[in-house]
């Protein structure tokens, strides 16, 4: 009986020694979760994006529920760098990872010591991290980096793997814009795909093309075959919010859906043009008004910023992407984004876009605008292209993509030329906008230590060829395509001997 009343005397102790670990564990497991949805080569073809040809109703009620933005831009127009960039929040020309698909054979890219990959914050704070493609296969999803980096620091590829409570960030890398493929088995294969999940495929008939793409059968047909990649992925991301709704995690998860660049084209993918920088971003979740548009421009790299903040992480001083969500952000004035070697392609741009102008720096003004590339050139739709040039029957503004040689700076008017057609480099009216945007690329290069003032390295360029034509040996592939790859090394190479 004598003991009874030490009980809440040992209660109140406990409590005294550990009640500060438990509100923490408590604080811990009400932190939002945080969903990245990322496609691969999709521009921003949806409705709420005033896309009229599909309906992609999930993505709009995504965007209904939080916040879209109108002028989201990559820093750069392909997977790879891209990739390395988000991950990190920095630019990749800072961190040496702005060659496509570089550091991959004897010859190693490693990160600066100050930059940690976004997942490993979250880790290093208690979340469980997970990188999956959809639907589920069991295996990690695309990561795509150009620089070493240790695969634990994703805990699996399903967030369901967490502690019971535990908060989570989780990425759903998907196919996009490549589910359609490069050629007609790829537009028949998505077509059937649409008409099981919809009850019908787009048809030709649903297509405005860009007015720098000539109304060629197949260049039409990729278009429509898009279009259903657009509608299927829309119909993904309503699948992964109604499991978060099913597992009664919705109200407190932070999405985002976003895509890796712009629409693999001619002009796209690989370029400086809004085609290949402008995506997709959408995000909805705790702390966002519901219903919110904003037109400021943005860099893609600020998703791993405004995602470390949503969950209470401290964002690393070093890192150069913004909190766009913080009630004290400044709005960027302006965005910016280069373009390396992509593959065996060797190339060097930079771009500084605001709401108003673009500005592109050329630095190999001697080369063509379609320089050889066995990737792309292996489309249907360059295919296509090449074969209306080659017949002339491309238009006056068709024909720009051809051009042997490119002036060393472009300057497009934005709101009066949106396609990017008309470059006002040379005109004496837009002296001052021209001499504006070259000057704040420059300060931007220097501050932000952009590697690509210096050529890649032989040695590096040779080492991830390597690694690129062993892989095309292999009997699964075409012999013709390793000749034309090797070729296109030697041209590179040829090129670069001449200065060109």
């Not at 978060?244 to 976003?258: I, P, Q, S």
């Not at 080369?367 to 040039?389: F, G, N, S, T, V």
């Not at 030329?417 to 690329?441: K, V």
Request: net charge negative; hydrophobic share 35%; glycine share 6%.
């Amino acid at each position: 009986m004598k003991l009874l009343p030490l009980l809440p005397l040992l209660l109140l102790v406990t409590a005294t020694l550990y009640g500060d670990e438990q509100t923490n564990s408590r604080r811990a497991d009400s932190r939002p979760n945080i969903v990245w949805i990322i496609p691969d080569d999709m521009s921003a073809n949806f409705s709420c994006y005033g896309e009229t040809a599909i309906e992609t109703p999930n993505v709009d009620r995504l965007a209904q529920r939080g916040v879209k933005f109108t002028n989201a831009y990559v820093t750069a127009p392909v997977c790879s760098t891209c990739r390395s960039a988000f991950i990190t929040g920095m630019y990749q020309t800072s961190i040496g990872a702005h060659h496509h698909r570089s550091g991959r054979g004897t010859e190693k890219i490693e990160l600066p010591r100050n930059v940690t990959l976004v997942p490993k914050l979250f880790q290093d704070a208690g979340y469980h991290t997970s990188i999956t493609g959809w639907p589920l296969n069991g295996k990690l999803g695309k990561t795509d980096y150009n620089f070493q980096w240790d695969e634990s620091v994703y805990d699996s590829n399903d967030w369901q793997d967490r502690k019971p409570g535990q908060p989570f960030f989780a990425q759903i890398q998907t196919a996009g814009g490549k589910l359609r493929g490069k050629d007609a088995a790829g537009w028949d294969k998505i077509a059937r795909q649409a008409e099981k999940e919809f009850g019908n495929s787009t048809g030709i008939d649903a297509v405005t093309l860009p007015p720098y793409y000539p109304d060629h059968p197949d260049i039409l047909r990729d278009w429509a075959a898009y279009l259903d990649s657009v509608r299927l992925t829309d119909a993904m991301v309503g699948e992964v919010l109604d499991r978060l709704r099913r597992e009664g995690v919705l109200e407190n998860t932070l999405v985002l859906f976003m895509t890796d660049h712009g629409i693999s084209h001619a002009r796209g993918k690989q370029f400086l043009y809004d085609e290949g920088l402008h995506v997709p971003l959408v995000i909805a979740g705790p702390g966002v008004n519901p219903e919110t548009v904003r037109d400021d421009v943005v860099e893609h790299i600020d998703i791993a910023a405004l995602s470390l903040a949503a969950a209470g992480i401290d964002i690393p001083n070093s890192m150069q992407a913004k909190d766009i969500l913080a009630s004290e952000y400044e709005p960027r004035e302006a965005v910016f984004a280069a373009r390396d070697r992509c593959d065996e392609t060797v190339d060097h741009m930079r771009s500084v876009r605001t709401k108003e102008f673009k500005y592109i720096r050329n630095f190999l003004p001697n080369r063509p605008y379609l320089q050889p590339c066995a990737y792309k050139d292996a489309k249907a739709i360059l295919i296509a292209m090449r074969e209306y040039h080659a017949a002339g029957k491309l238009n006056e503004v068709q024909e720009l993509i051809f051009r042997e040689v490119r002036p060393s700076e472009e300057l497009y008017d934005l709101k009066n030329d949106p396609h990017e057609i008309h470059n006002l480099s040379g005109d004496p009216a837009y002296a001052e906008q021209l001499s504006e945007l070259r000057n704040r690329l420059d300060r931007w290069m220097e501050e932000t230590g952009d590697q690509g003032r210096q050529p890649e390295s032989a040695k590096m360029y040779d080492s991830d060829m390597k690694v690129y034509t062993d892989r095309l040996a292999l009997p699964k592939f075409d012999p013709a395509h390793l000749k034309e790859v090797q070729d296109n090394i030697a041209l590179m190479k040829k090129w670069a001997a001449e200065g060109k």
